[in-house]
C-alpha cells in the first residue's frame, strides 16, 4: 500500500498535468470564440469566450493551490492542507459568479438598444468546435478526478461542462436568426441563457464548498460502510455516536467502540488499532481515524440497549464483585 505522502504526490502530479491540458485547450477556444464573435457580430459568442477566458484564472487557482493542498501534515496543519483544496474550489465558484454577472447584466443593457444584425454562421462553427472539445475534456477530466478523488479536479471539469453548456444557446441563436431573421434579440437571450448555466454550475460547486468549511457532515456512504465493517468483527460489540467531516477530497472519523467490559485494556488497544488499520486500507478517501474504547455495558450501549433484566443482572454482578 503507497504511503499518505506518496499518495499526495502522485495526485498533485495528476492534478497539475490534467489542468495544464485543460488550459492550453481554454486559450485556444477563448481566442477562437472572441475573434470569431467580433467578426460574426455575435455578442452570446463572445460572452462564450470571456467565460473560456475565466477557466483560465481557475486553471492558474489549481495549479497554485495544488502545491498547498498536496503537501503532507505538519505541526501547524497536524490534520493535513485539505482545506486548501476546498477554497480553491471556492474560488472558481466565485469567479464563475462574477462571470455570470457580467454577462448577464451587458445582456440585459443591450436588450433596450437598437437590436444589432443577426450573427454569421461563421460564430455556429466555432460554437460548435467549443461543445464538442470542452465535453471531450470535460468527460477526461472528471475521471482523472474520480481516480484521485479531486474536489478541486471535478469543479474544474464541470467548469469545462459549464462552457460546453454555454456554447449551446449561441448556435441555436445563429441557426434560429439564420432562420428567422424577423426574431429579434435570439443574441442577447442566448447570452442570457449561458449565464443562468454559468450561475447553476457555480451553485454546484460553491455549496459543497461551504459544507467542507462549516465542517457538515461528511459522505453517509462511509458511515454505512464502516457499520458493515464493525459487525463482521466478532471482537466488536457496538460503534456509535459516529461522526466525519471531509477535508478537500479526504475524509476524517472519529466514533466510538465498545467491546466486552472483561478485556484488559492491552486486548482492547489491540482490537482498536487493528480495526483503525483495516479502516484506512479498505476505505480510500480516509486519512485519520480517531477511536474511543468504550466497556458494553448498559451505560454505555445505545446502539443496542439492554433490557430490565440484563440491567439488574450486571449491577448485582457489579455489587458481587465490590464484596
Known sequence: MQDSSEQQDIHGRVVRSATLVGAVLNIFL???KIVIGKLSGSQALVADGV?????????????????????????????????????????????LVLVGIGIGWESIQTLSE??????????FYAALISILLKEVLFRWTIRKAR?????????????????????????????????????????????????????????????????ELTDARGNEDVEKQLKKM????????????????????STLLDFHLLVDPELTIDAAHTISERFKSQILDQMEDVIDVVIHIEPYTCEERIVNPCSLEEYLIQQNKRKADKH
Open 51 to 95: 467565460h473560456s477566458f475565466s477557466d483560465l484564472a481557475t486553471d492558474a487557482a489549481i495549479l497554485l493551490g495544488s502545491r498547498f493542498w498536496t503537501a503532507p501534515a505538519d505541526s501547524s496543519h497536524p490534520y493535513g492542507h485539505g482545506k486548501f483544496e476546498t477554497l480553491t474550489n471556492v474560488f472558481i465558484g466565485v469567479m
Open 147 to 211: 481516480e484521485i478523488n479531486s474536489g478541486a479536479l471535478r469543479a474544474n471539469a464541470w467548469h469545462h461542462r459549464s462552457d460546453a453548456l454555454s456554447s449551446i444557446p449561441v448556435a441555436v441563436a445563429v441557426i434560429a436568426n439564420a432562420m428567422f431573421p424577423a426574431l429579434k434579440y435570439l443574441d442577447q437571450i442566448a447570452a442570457l441563457l449561458v449565464t443562468g448555466m454559468i450561475m447553476k454550475a457555480a451553485f454546484e460547486i460553491l455549496w459543497p464548498a461551504f459544507q
Open 30 to 32: 477563448a481566442v477562437l
Open 114 to 123: 437598437t437590436p444589432p444584425p443577426p450573427p454569421g454562421m461563421m460564430a
Open 230 to 249: 464493525a459487525e463482521s468483527d466478532a471482537d466488536i460489540r457496538e460503534i456509535h455516536a459516529i461522526r466525519s467531516r471531509q477535508t478537500g477530497g
